[in-house]
C-alpha cells in the first residue's frame, strides 16, 4: 500500500536530482547559519554541490519525456543502439555527424545520422532515452538550453540541433 499518489510519484522520480539537490542546499545552508567553524566551510562546499545538482537535475527533468514510447535504448561503451518494432540500428557516438529533431513524427524523433549509414530515428519517449541526454550533453559545441528549448517547442518541421561539420556558411545562424 502506497501513501503517494502515482502521479505524485511520477513526477518526484522525474525531479529527483533536483529534489536531492534542493535537500543538500538546504543542508548546507543550515550547517553554515549554524554554530560555524568546520561545520560552516564543509556547509559552503554541500551548499554548492547541491546547487549545481540541482540545476543539472532540472535539465535532465525536462529532457525525460512522459509515457512510454516505441522502442529500447541501450547506451554501452559509446555505442547508442535502439531497439524498435519496425527499424533500429547502432550508431557509435564517436561517428555521429548530425543530431536532428523531428516533431512531425508522433512521438518526435531524435534523428541520428553519420556519413555512409541510414540514420536511426529513436522516439524521444523510447525506454531509455532520457540516457541519451549524458550522451547528446558530450557532444561539442551543443548548447543544452537550446536542445531543451527545441524539444519542448511545437514547430512544424525538423530542426538540427546539432552538427560536427556545418552544412551552413560561416556566419549564418543555425535557425
Do not use: C
Not at 536530482?17 to 562546499?45: D, K, M, N, R, Y
Not at 543530431?99 to 513524427?105: H, M, R, V
Not at 531509455?128 to 541526454?133: E, H, M, P, R
Amino acid at each position: 500500500m502506497s501513501f503517494i499518489r502515482p502521479e505524485a510519484q511520477d513526477a518526484m522520480i522525474r525531479w529527483r536530482e533536483s529534489l536531492i539537490g534542493g535537500a543538500l542546499i538546504a543542508v548546507g545552508v543550515f550547517w553554515i547559519t549554524g554554530p560555524g567553524g568546520l561545520l560552516g566551510l564543509v556547509g559552503w562546499v554541500v551548499a554548492l554541490a547541491g546547487l549545481a545538482l540541482a540545476v543539472v537535475g532540472f535539465q535532465r527533468a525536462r529532457f525525460r519525456m512522459q509515457g512510454q514510447g516505441p522502442g529500447v535504448v541501450q547506451i554501452d561503451e559509446g555505442q547508442i543502439t535502439y531497439f524498435g518494432p519496425l527499424s533500429g540500428g547502432a550508431i557509435a557516438t564517436a561517428e555521429l555527424d548530425r543530431l536532428t529533431l523531428d516533431p512531425t513524427a508522433k512521438p518526435a524523433h531524435w534523428v541520428l545520422s553519420q556519413v555512409g549509414q541510414p540514420p536511426i530515428s529513436i522516439p524521444v519517449n523510447a525506454e531509455g532515452a532520457d540516457a541519451l541526454f549524458d550522451v547528446f550533453s558530450a557532444l561539442p559545441g551543443l548548447r543544452t538550453e537550446r536542445m531543451l528549448a527545441e524539444l519542448h517547442n511545437s514547430t512544424a518541421h525538423p530542426v538540427v540541433i546539432w552538427e560536427r561539420v556545418p552544412s551552413r556558411p560561416e556566419g549564418h545562424r543555425l535557425h
